[in-house]
């Protein structure tokens, strides 16, 4: 996340304890990849808190060469898989379960080009500005852009669940946001909306929950 160590660092305990009450919360399998979002997010969170600590001791050591690989893994690669197929476990609506499976189908393209990129090129990262920029060369910025929103936000806002559709809108307004305003820093900056946003899924089990107390 954006803004210094500690904010990465209280963003992660936050979205850890988030994740950890929505997993008892859970009703059966299919819903915990989407419990597992706020626990995913806090790891990413970590490994940017690793980054403000390291980046300004030793910006070219080999600790922050592999958060910096690390962070573009899991922002670039990791989300647009893992995003769609959380929406698709706990969808019950066939077309717009079919629709969210186009939407992982080509995330799953998205990471498997991305996750080649960042880890056969060099990537740097460094502090400016309050944010932490991350030098990324993938080609084609825009529309590999539109690619990612369709994984990462349009798959959860076509969800059937209210809250997940929530989640979605949430994440779609956040990278436009990002990609207006804090471009250099679009990932950092993302990421921090979309952590902000994991107490939405918090939500969707405890209603869940109380629905089925209610059924018994």
Do not use: D, K
């Amino acid at each position: 996340m954006c803004f210094s160590a500690e904010a990465s660092f209280l963003a992660a305990a936050v979205t850890g304890a988030t994740g950890i009450v929505a997993l008892t919360r859970v009703g059966n399998a299919r819903e915990v990849p989407l419990a597992l979002i706020p626990l995913a997010f806090a790891t990413q969170q970590l490994m940017e808190g690793g980054l403000w600590l390291t980046l300004p001791v030793a910006p070219a050591g080999g600790l922050s060469s592999f958060l910096t690989q690390a962070f573009l893994v899991y922002g670039l690669a990791f989300w647009p898989i893992f995003a769609p197929f959380a929406a698709w476990s706990i969808e019950t609506v066939p077309r717009r379960r079919t629709a969210i499976a186009v939407c992982m189908a080509l995330g799953v393209a998205l990471a498997v080009y991305l996750t080649t990129t960042v880890l056969t090129v060099q990537h740097t990262s460094c502090i400016s500005g309050g944010h932490i920029l991350y030098s990324v060369e993938t080609g084609s910025p825009l529309s590999l852009g539109l690619l990612y929103l369709l994984a990462t936000g349009v798959a959860l806002a076509i969800s059937s669940h209210r809250a997940v559709a929530l989640l979605g809108a949430i994440v779609i307004v956040g990278s436009v946001t990002a990609h207006f305003f804090y471009w250099n820093a679009f990932i950092s900056v993302w990421c921090f909306f979309a952590a902000a946003a994991s107490g939405v899924i918090l939500f969707h089990f405890e209603r869940a929950r109380i629905a089925r107390r209610a059924a018994a």
